[in-house]
């Protein structure tokens, strides 16, 4: 098994645009020599970029004069690789057609001291590297002078014409490359790295330009240049980070919104099982575990679909099941469902059922006696209820999960949980923690007077906020 090398090794912030490479077969496999000035009797790793991480390949002897040798079969997965030196001294290598090469490089700054031989590939990389790094010095030298004269008009504009120059020689630099080096790695990783530039917005029948076309022009063109069916995407720090963009920015953040994106990238990706397997658990575990309300119903989604139904072949055994019945428990509880009906005892012993509470706004509210952060947030829930109570219309559901009807009235009172108080335990309508998927204390869901899930999970000092804008909302229609 590989592991993941220590955080500290994860890419540099300005390294992140940098890339790597990819490609190509053979027969002999790799053989890539390395050299190291001032390093003697020592190893290094060799790792590889994996989506968001990085991972151990192997582990080199060195020698007392520096040297060392990866050697690798034809079968090595293609894409940027890195030789770990020390925890801080690292430098990339762009494994791709070229089998057999050697890099050269000294202990101090080992990766502005690259020197290849026999890897035109990755000659193309550093002295892209170099170029980074000049321009990179020279926009922060701008930046800072910027900063310096911000209140100076003609300087603003002086070094904002210049800023633009850079921009543009960038633009320049890297589309040279594309066209000179169309079938080389870097010139893959620029193409997919690259963002719709936006034309001018066309004007509608009236004369107004169109204010919803660069939107919709960006978003329909920002997967242009990648190549879904290509899984050397993944051995670089580009596709992850680009994924996470689209999905929390580019697109508009409602679930009927995200679940078409979701199902029509992982068709694009389709036909390479490994771009097919990684899109489907990106998507997986960013959204099993967003704190955005609502959104876990693009989980469902990608489970119901991707997983209940067999495509998710890497998944097995426990873990499949895990997540299958985990969408099963969440399901009934997504935002817009009917709550499932709980009738349970109140503390004179009678029966109350949830269903026959009349109010415009129903607060579920799950809570145990020696749970802390019930006794903090209950009190705020107290406040707000006796505040809005008529004005809008609420009531209070208040499921004690302790089983002792004794412990139960002395918290209520105790507290002055003036509202309609009920047992957990003592059910005609089941298990409450699995009606509710409740692990732990306090929990909140709000429904409306037709008893839909409106909101769940909230924390109290969003009650208010929330409230007020969804009856405003609803007054409105």
Not at 218 to 239: E, M, S
Request: charged share 25%; hydrophobic share 35%; aromatic share 12%.
């Amino acid at each position: 098994m590989i592991s993941r090398i220590k955080t500290s090794l994860r890419l540099l912030p300005f390294l992140f645009f940098l890339l790597a490479g990819v490609t190509g077969s053979g027969q002999e496999g790799y053989n890539i020599k390395f050299k190291i000035n001032g390093l003697k009797d020592t190893s290094c790793i060799v790792a590889n970029y994996f989506g968001n991480g990085t991972y151990v390949k192997d582990t080199l002897k060195v020698d007392g004069s520096g040297r060392t040798v990866f050697h690798a079969p034809d079968s090595l997965p293609r894409g940027m690789y890195i030789l770990v030196i020390t925890d801080k001294k690292y430098f990339e290598f762009i494994v791709n057609n070229d089998k057999k090469f050697s890099i050269e490089t000294d202990i101090e700054n080992p990766s502005e001291h690259i020197r290849v031989s026999g890897s035109p590939e990755n000659s193309l990389f550093y002295d892209y590297l170099v170029y980074n790094r000049i321009q990179y010095s020279q926009i922060q030298s701008l930046e800072e002078r910027y900063k310096k004269n911000v209140d100076n008009s003609d300087s603003v504009a002086f070094l904002r014409k210049k800023l633009m120059a850079l921009n543009d020689s960038n633009i320049a630099y890297k589309l040279n490359i594309v066209q000179t080096h169309p079938k080389s790695f870097l010139a893959f990783m620029i193409n997919a790295m690259k963002e719709p530039v936006v034309p001018e917005a066309p004007l509608l029948p009236g004369g107004r330009p169109d204010s919803t076309f660069a939107f919709r022009y960006f978003k329909a063109h920002f997967w242009d240049d990648t190549d879904f069916t290509d899984d050397r995407l993944l051995r670089t720090p580009v596709y992850h980070n680009k994924l996470k963009r689209y999905f929390d920015q580019v697109i508009v953040q409602t679930p009927d919104s995200i679940i078409p994106e979701i199902d029509r990238l992982v068709e694009k990706a389709r036909p390479n099982k490994e771009m097919f397997k990684y899109i489907v658990w990106f998507v997986t575990w960013h959204y099993e575990n967003s704190e955005i309300m609502g959104f876990d119903e693009v989980f469902v989604h990608v489970i119901d679909k991707y997983y209940a139904t067999g495509q998710a072949w890497w998944t097995t055994g426990t873990t499949l099941d895990n997540l299958v019945n985990k969408a099963k428990r969440i399901k009934p509880l997504l935002i817009g469902k009917i709550a499932p009906n709980m009738v349970m005892m109140d503390t004179t012993g009678q029966l109350v059922s949830m269903n026959d509470i009349k109010s415009n706004i129903l607060i579920l509210l799950f809570w145990d006696p020696d749970c802390g952060h019930c006794v903090e947030e209950i009190p705020k829930i107290r406040d707000f209820y006796d505040q809005y109570k008529v004005q809008m219309g609420l009531e209070v559901f208040a499921v004690c999960s302790d089983t002792s009807m004794v412990k139960m009235k002395k918290e209520i009172k105790k507290r002055d949980m003036h509202w309609i108080n009920v047992n957990g335990p003592r059910s005609l309508t089941g298990n409450y923690h699995d009606q509710y998927d409740i692990r732990t204390t306090p929990v909140i869901f709000i429904l409306n007077k037709d008893k839909e899930i409106i909101a769940k999970q909230l924390k109290t000092d969003q009650l208010e906020s929330f409230l007020n804008n969804y009856l405003s909302s609803s007054q409105r229609k």
